[in-house]
């Protein structure tokens, strides 16, 4: 198994870019998390998903981020415009079924906003 | 889920046990206790969880106190790729697909 994909591994933009980042989660696994990690805050939750539903989005910052989930197999985090506070790494995690204990994380995106 | 509370930083000896300690005082009856790590530049790993009985397995063993308030994570012979961030977190296995709740974990250097 391949693990959880993030794309792109590094992002550098310039305010008021838009950005996109992707994730595939592993195969089967029916939920999907968007974390954030800078160092001021730490881990925190933005957003996630149950099959394919968004169940809560109150660590999205604002309305600048937006997620989706078209399909079991991939999902996007947006953020438009871009802002040099966005800056952080993104991390994508799954997992299986309800009662498990296990949450696999992507590598990471790192986004630089200029 | 309980509150956690752990050491900032430790240091261990490069081949010695690493006892990373954990105290969670107001855990309840049907939460467990779980950590993940966290190497620099990776997403965080699961290693052990546990709800009341000492867990092994072959990344670590985990150890909690009969009244559960407290618990260690026990890497046996520590290495140099055992350098990372280690998050302990309590949460009802009920919790089902929910999100991890990260505190600031214990930031553990193996010394050569």
């Known amino acids: 198994d391949a693990g959880v994909i993030q794309s792109p591994r590094h992002e550098v933009t310039e305010m008021g870019q838009e950005v996109t980042l992707r994730c595939k989660p592993i195969s089967g696994h029916n939920s999907l998390f968007w974390y954030r990690q800078t160092m001021m805050r730490g881990l925190e939750l933005l957003i996630y998903?149950?099959?394919?539903?968004?169940?809560?989005d109150s660590g999205m910052p604002e309305d600048r981020f937006s997620a989706k989930m078209p399909n079991a197999s991939f999902s996007t985090l947006k953020i438009q415009p871009s802002e040099p506070r966005d800056s952080a790494v993104y991390f994508c995690?799954?997992?299986?079924?309800?009662?498990?204990?296990?949450?696999?994380f992507g590598p990471g995106t790192r986004l630089t906003v200029l | 889920d309980a509150k956690t509370t752990q050491p900032p930083s430790m240091d261990c000896a490069e081949g010695r046990a690493a006892n990373l300690p954990c105290n969670h005082s107001t855990i309840s009856g049907n939460e467990y206790v779980y950590w993940y790590r966290q190497i620099h530049s990776q997403g965080p790993q699961y290693i052990i969880h546990g709800l009341k009985n000492n867990e092994t397995n072959e990344m670590a063993s985990l150890i909690i106190t009969e009244d559960r308030k407290s618990s260690t994570l026990i890497l046996p012979h520590a290495t140099l790729r055992d350098t990372a961030v280690y998050y302990c977190?309590?949460?009802?296995?009920?919790?089902?697909?929910?999100?991890?709740?990260f505190g600031k974990g214990t930031r553990l250097s193996v010394i050569a």
């Open positions: 977190i309590v949460r009802s296995r009920n919790s089902g697909n929910t999100p991890l709740v």
């Open positions: 998903f149950n099959n394919n539903v968004p169940i809560d």
């Open positions: 995690a799954s997992s299986p079924q309800a009662h498990t204990d296990t949450q696999y």
